[in-house]
């Protein structure tokens, strides 16, 4: 018997393993350390993440495949890459106090965090269906059990219940859509099935039909698209919140990530088929969450419905799938981060033990109670709403540009539409804030340095990229170069 | 050096955001300190950048700097970018300078006011808007800056807000230059279109390259952005707000409506030149309104008895002189009589205002006189800013008046005839004004002739720097003696010299110059002897208006009223000034106003606020119902993941 | 192509239709007499002693999931233990990190006192 021992490229893997690495010396200095001392280990995750981030830069515009081609290092999922490690290192920051209060400081939260973004980078990186399948499933199970990490808390584990059952059941689409799609190309390289349709005379197939819904059933889920997106309130409401800060940027990132290389590139041939009923999901997706978000009286839920309505956003950019429908997907995924990351910071310094101070009337009066926070608060709502000068204007100023200059005039406008109604609920927390009297006593936030430094990161990041957007989208162009 | 441009706008905004931001917590001297100083920061950078300028060669002379890429999207590319070069930097320097001068006037003539950091914030973002408009390299950038003074300028008028007429006369303006600005905005598009960029080196590079004279679209653009220009600078038809401007404190008609932002749209055109000098047509019709504007507003002059307006009036004569000298392709002449108006009319406002000061507030001429012994450093200044605008040797307006002058006689001599007799009517209506104030016989009121005084030195200070400059201002442009034109040879790069040939071609083509007998030929060799006679002659027409202006203000005050009553239709005509704000009313304020009541009640309120209403409701209730479906089993969440998933198999097997 | 799958839906019609068949079958024609002894749960026929829904030590539940682990291990470490000449020092090393990584877990659950019975 002869075995063929692939080629080994630690090189391109650098991220990751790094990040692997460090999240395994976190969990092992975690349980060494004596409980509520764990600070090294959040140090050690943040250092992880900057040797990450550092390793990513350097394989920077020199795409290759490696291992097989399993995976594919090109700028594209660099980018991604890079998103995700700078939601988790914003996240952590933020956790790190939250948890003190919560009084569930332990390093596994930190190692799940790694270990979740390991996943989500295999899923940005990854040029095999196999691969994207396995690092959605490294993601997913560690933010299942991140959800439900405040395990005494009955809504806690409400949260992880309900997206670990939903989610396997959603894995369950995404894996039969990849083995019809095997099925029908005999390969489950993205590059292969490109090659394959391309060559294919008979697009038909219902099996590759099937498949391909499948797919998008699978993503859909991960990326909350209606009708796949009921777990979204629930979820987002009863994980804690950092937690949530962290999965409504990185999961949808990494979730967008492959479901732009596996639908915008290596089935693109079957586009004619798909885009139609993408452009539905979109319009759907939009209009459902900014509708239902207008209703919702809890922040936390209010910013799911919003996550809901900005993943139609990005659908948007997917209906153009012109390189600049793509590259404005990028940009608007790292400006939502900054923005949504920091609309909740700002939630966790306000909310207090126990799920208080997470109803929006509590937010009454607290432009003058404590106005650093509501300005905050004010500039990241602003953004969501796409208000200039911030991240968020540009960003769906040139999605919907995209989807005018590829001709779909009428979802560039239902998309603006949206974003009006939008306006409305992100406006309805500003107006509390700073034109209601206070309907109760304010208990007194604290300020720990780590959530200054991630609030500053995101506060700077949303206004720099509406005020100078040209380096970001730049950015973003050189990425889809030489994609596949 | 030259690097530094953008720090040259970036001073007077850190002005706006100490006195803005933390003027309630500073003393007035503090504010007046700051508002001063970050302009002297900026008007000693220009003079820098205009020392490191003059080092260059001139064909060199022209610096872009890029700051960064503002707006990029598809085709569409815009920097936020500045421009060096001689026009832009003799902009810079008379905006600063002059704008320094009357920051410091103002420290003592709104010493007493309420508003005075509300003030002096206003006007440093008024000086940054301006240095932005001038210091631009696009036509975006400049509209940033246009739109900026537009806003500043109203604000200022609108200073003293609580009473009526200053509310009213801010919105008059605002509305009158936003159509002005309407113009200009199409303008601006068109050359997009055309040319697909907003730079100016690139769309004059281009247009010089790849349009002939007379091309439809450039004389299409440039009209436009004429009527942009008429509103800015208020030129017929757009000039009925300019007098009512004059509600605003003193120091900010003579900064904002009679020095600096008025005169943004004869620099607009003069940026412009390579446009203009393709669109022969358009050259016209601008050298036809400066040319009937400085006569119809000088005529109006002749009977106001504000001393404001009539300096209002003035303003927007000198103006069309600005624009007479551009239509006739004589850009350079335009700018340096830009320039020395720019001082002598700030220092006629500054002096009124000196004079209002002492008079506690009173502006009817007809209540003043003989204050020359209560206030003689006023009046001395003021005298010089009179003999400047009236066109007397060696006074810097003698100069450049003359300079305009001596084009239009080049050109067609029915201009220079109009031209000469609005000097004419200059000359006698500005010393009308000095008659009427410092001489004679004083019909001050009682009460009020018990304060007279002279202002302070903070106030008269200013006034000596500018009396200087508007009487040694025009030796940088000594006509005749060949390369004593400094100011001449220093715009040349930007101006060109054949923009007159080119002009002058297309203007005695047309048909209405029919009386004109300077052919190409002839004025391309002019002779000296002729120049020096037409200086002669000007001369003689100032000297004219001076003497029939003594002659009825001082040797037989009974004359004036004499002669009105003699050609009483003429005079209630003139005095009532052509009743053109009343036929505006008619034509175009009053029915739109009955028009949009109309809309408001029916369309507005009614139509339109119930379909806002209505969709507001709908999202709502359509809110609540979605709510009611997100029902928190996981077994209905899977349910709806699975209609999903028969749906889009369904689609995709069967559609 | 979707011809080639007739059989399978056949197939599985037939299977529904059985299942669905028989235990309609007997329901309808068997006789029903209930007896507490037919009602119990059948557990090798000893008598159950109380109720099965029982509340069980959490326990149990880690040292099941600590055994599968180690369980699927070994699973791996049998074909590589047929195939190690020829994977040689590759395959070594592979399964080298494979087991530092579950040696890691080991230690990590042996910290936080999963192992310890009381």
Known sequence: MDLAIPSIDIASLGPELILSIAAILVLMVSVFLPKERKDPACYLSLLGILFALASSVTLWGKPKYAFNNMIYVDNFGLFFNMVVLITAGIAILMSINYLKEEGMSHGEFFALILFATVGMMFMAIGSNLITIFLGLETMSISIYVLAGFLRERDRSNESALKYLLLGAFSSAFLLYGIAFIYGATGTTDLKGISVFLSEATYLNDPMLLAGTGLLLVGFGFKIAAVPFHMWTPDVYEGAPTSVTAFMSVGVKAAAFAAFVRVFSYSLWNLQPDWVLLMWILAVLTMTLGNIAAIAQTNIKRMLAYSSIAHAGYIMVGMVASSELGISSILFYMLAYAFMNLGAFGVIIVFERKGEKNLDIEDYSGMGFKYPALALLMSIFLFSLAGIPPTAGFVGKFYIFGAAVKEGYIWLAIIGVMNSLVSVYYYLRVTVVMYMNEPVKEFTGITWSPSMVIALIIAVIGTLLIGILPSPYLDLAKQSILLMM | MLDYVWLVPIFPVIGVLINGLLGHKLSKRLVGFVACSVIFFSFALSVLLFLSLLKLPPEARSFEKIVYTWIATGDFKTNIGFLVDPLSIVMMLVVSGVSFLIHVYSVGYMHDDEGFRRYFTYLNLFVFSMLVLVCSNNFLLMFVGWEGVGLCSYLLIGFWYQRKEPADAGKKAFVVNRIGDYGFLLGMMLIFVTFGTLNFYDVFQSAHHNFHVGNLTITAITLLLFVGATGKSAQIPLYTWLPDAMEGPTPVSALIHAATMVTAGVYMVVRCNVLFTLAPISLTVVAIVGVVTAVFTASIALTANDIKRVLAYSTISQLGYMFLACGVGAYAAGIFHLMTHAFFKALLFLGAGSVMHAMSGELDMRKMGALKSHMPRTYWTFLIATLAIAGIFPFAGFFSKDEILWNAFQQNTILWALGAGAALMTAFYMFRVVFMTFHGESRVDEEVKEHLHESPPVMTNPLIILAILSAVGGFVGIPIIKGANFFHDFLAPVTGGHAVESAKITLTNLAYASGGHASAAEAGHHSIGLEVLMMIVSLAIAGIGIGLAYYMYIKNPSAPKKLAQRFTLLYQLIFNRYFVDEIYDFLFVNPIKRGSTLLWQIFDAKFIDGMINGAGQIVKWSSVGLKRVQTGYVQNYALSILIGVGAIIVYFLYM | ?118
């Open chain 3, 1 to 118: 192509m979707p011809i080639d799958y007739i059989p399978i839906l056949a197939f599985l019609i037939f299977a529904l239709m059985f299942a669905v068949g028989t235990i309609a079958m007997s329901s309808i024609v068997g006789t029903k007499k209930t007896t507490p002894e037919k009602m119990m749960p059948y557990e090798c026929g000893v008598d159950p002693i109380g109720s099965a829904r029982r509340r069980f030590p959490v326990k149990f539940f880690i040292i099941a999931v600590l055994f599968i682990i180690f369980d699927i291990e070994a699973v791996f470490l049998y074909p590589w233990a047929v195939i190690f000449k020829d994977l040689k020092v590759f395959g070594f090393i592979e399964m080298g990190i494979f087991i530092l990584i579950l040696f890691v877990g080991l230690i990590y659950a042996w910290k936080k006192g999963a192992l310890e019975w009381e």
